[in-house]
């Protein structure tokens, strides 16, 4: 059983940071992609930023040069920094990580969400 714990969320002025954390625990025998999604009310759940298959970073258009997605393996977690936060930035974000939990099988997992509200 894999879990992932998200933090960070919160309201917070246009202009504004935020750091978002996700935790991993569990069996994982390694990680194939990490990443973060967002679904605002009434839109699409879409990726925000994610590591891929061989460490390359892929960003959304609209929070490129504003967000960092970055990780740190020796606490299996990732984050995304969100500078210069905008009123279209409001969503819940979502972790996921897809991982091999045997050499031969993968699963993804989602984290539990997070609000984030920015207000003009």
């Known amino acids: 059983q894999v879990q992932l714990v998200e933090s960070g969320g919160g309201l917070v002025q246009a202009g504004g940071s935020l750091r978002l954390s996700c935790a991993a625990s569990?069996?994982?025998?390694?990680?194939?992609?990490m990443g973060w999604y967002r679904q605002a009310p009434g839109q699409q759940r879409e990726l925000v930023a994610g590591?891929?298959?061989?460490?390359?970073?892929n960003y959304t258009d609209s929070v490129k040069g504003r967000f960092t997605i970055s990780r740190d393996n020796t606490k299996n977690t990732v984050y995304l920094q969100m500078d210069r936060l905008k009123p279209e930035d409001t969503a819940v974000y979502y972790c996921?990580?897809?991982?091999?939990?045997?050499?031969?099988?993968?699963?993804?997992?989602w984290g539990q969400g997070t609000q984030v509200t920015v207000s003009s």
């Open positions: 569990g069996i994982i025998f390694s990680v194939n992609a």
């Open positions: 590591f891929i298959s061989g460490g390359s970073t």
């Open positions: 996921n990580v897809n991982v091999h939990t045997t050499p031969w099988s993968t699963r993804a997992y």
